[in-house]
T-cell receptor, first 114, second 113 residues
Framework: AQSVTQLDSHVSVSEGTPVLLRCNYS??????LFWYVQHPNKGLQLLLK??????LVKGINGFEAEFKKSETSFHLTKPSAHMSDAAEYFC????????????FGAGTRLAVHP | SAVISQKPSRDICQRGTSLTIQCQVD?????MFWYRQQPGQSLTLIAT?????????ESGFVIDKFPISRPNLTFSTLTVSNMSPEDSSIYLC??????????FGPGTRLTVT
């Protein structure tokens, strides 16, 4: 069965410092993996997706994630945090058991301090 | 990506009543999905709705409580029936993109008193 574990429920960084949000997945086949962001009182926005092409995936707003099969990880990074990055981030795996179902991690709340 | 709208954006309802949430997409899509996000929680899939067929419900969700309609390829509704305070959540619809990704509507924030 597919699942995702986000290793940190809260991450706090200073503006201008790097961001690392950790995600491990479990899948019995080669998965599709995603990161979504949810700003307060806003809908979900797709940041980036991995679909078995390049292992380093670049997304919007300077975010990127690296798929590491040996570690079953898909961590999200950004070199320099901005105040506007403060939001909830979800790591997501796609389950293709007859229909496309997304399985969401518990989420990581990112706080950015001046 | 598709543009998705939901109505209402928020509502406050009395327990025992029902609320129907509408989801409109600006292009034709085969599959639409309904999710629930309880306060401070992640998203959980309620059901998958294909046009012209019965919705497929996930474990823990039943049609009597969450009836879904899918009359055409751009529209769907989710009804939350006989509401209780435990139904207070954000309800989101989504559509599948060109790959496995999904695009989400802005959500409907429901409070049941």
């Amino acid at each position: 069965a597919q699942s995702v574990t986000q290793l940190d429920s809260h991450v706090s960084v200073s503006e201008g410092t790097p961001v690392l949000l950790r995600c491990n997945y479990s899948s019995s086949y080669s998965p599709s993996l995603f990161w979504y962001v949810q700003h307060p009182n806003k809908g979900l926005q797709l940041l980036l997706k991995y679909t078995s092409a390049a292992t380093l995936v670049k997304g919007i707003n300077g975010f990127e994630a690296e798929f590491k099969k040996s570690e079953t990880s898909f961590h999200l990074t950004k070199p320099s945090a901005h105040m506007s990055d403060a939001a909830e981030y979800f790591c997501v795996v796609s389950y293709s058991g007859g229909y496309n179902k997304l399985i969401f991690g518990a989420g990581t709340r990112l706080a950015v301090h001046p | 990506s598709a543009v998705i709208s939901q109505k209402p954006s928020r509502d406050i309802c009395q327990r025992g009543t029902s609320l129907t949430i509408q989801c409109q997409v600006d292009s034709q899509v085969t599959m639409m999905f309904w999710y629930r996000q309880q306060p401070g929680q992640s998203l959980t899939l309620i059901a998958t709705a294909n046009q012209g067929s019965e919705a497929t419900y996930e474990s823990g969700f039943v049609i009597d409580k969450f009836p879904i309609s899918r009359p055409n390829l751009t529209f769907s509704t989710l009804t939350v029936s006989n509401m209780s305070p435990e139904d207070s959540s954000i309800y989101l619809c989504s559509v599948q993109g060109q790959g496995d990704e999904q695009y989400f509507g802005p959500g409907t924030r429901l409070t049941v008193t």
